[in-house]
């Protein structure tokens, strides 16, 4: 069964940049898209990026398109997120989660699985 872990969080200045990594144990990472989502207090955890199994094709919540990069090393099984300009209101525990199809079809929480345990991004001065 496949496992995500996600890493990589921490505390950063605003306009600092941070590199979040899932890596997957126990299951065919490569036949899964694989999702970046976030969840702040009080607020519905929502979705940052999507890749899809081969990472030819990617999409983007519009907060984050130009600042957050999604891509993945799949001989690593591992999705990266790397996150530049950060602003405190990208501050949430962030997820990340295996899509039920190969490609991208949405963003939405309710459609992947296998959630990971998350990782804290506090962005700060």
């Known amino acids: 069964q496949l496992q995500l872990v996600e890493s990589g969080g921490g505390l950063v200045q605003p306009g600092g940049s941070l590199r979040l990594s899932c890596t997957a144990t126990?299951?065919?990472?490569?036949?899964?898209?694989i999702g970046w989502f976030r969840q702040a207090p009080g607020k519905e955890r929502e979705g940052v990026a999507c890749?899809?199994?081969?990472?030819?094709?990617?999409g983007y919540e519009d907060s984050v398109k130009g600042r957050f990069t999604i891509s993945r090393e799949n001989a690593k099984n591992t999705v990266y997120l790397q996150m530049n300009s950060l602003k405190p209101e990208d501050t949430a525990v962030y997820y990340c989660?295996?899509?039920?199809?190969?490609?991208?079809?949405?963003?939405?929480?309710?459609?992947?699985?296998?959630w990971g345990q998350g990782t804290q991004v506090i962005v700060s001065s």
């Open positions: 126990g299951g065919p990472f490569t036949n899964y898209a």
């Open positions: 989660a295996a899509g039920r199809q190969k490609i991208c079809i949405s963003r939405q929480p309710a459609d992947f699985r296998s």
């Open positions: 890749i899809s199994f081969t990472g030819s094709s990617m």
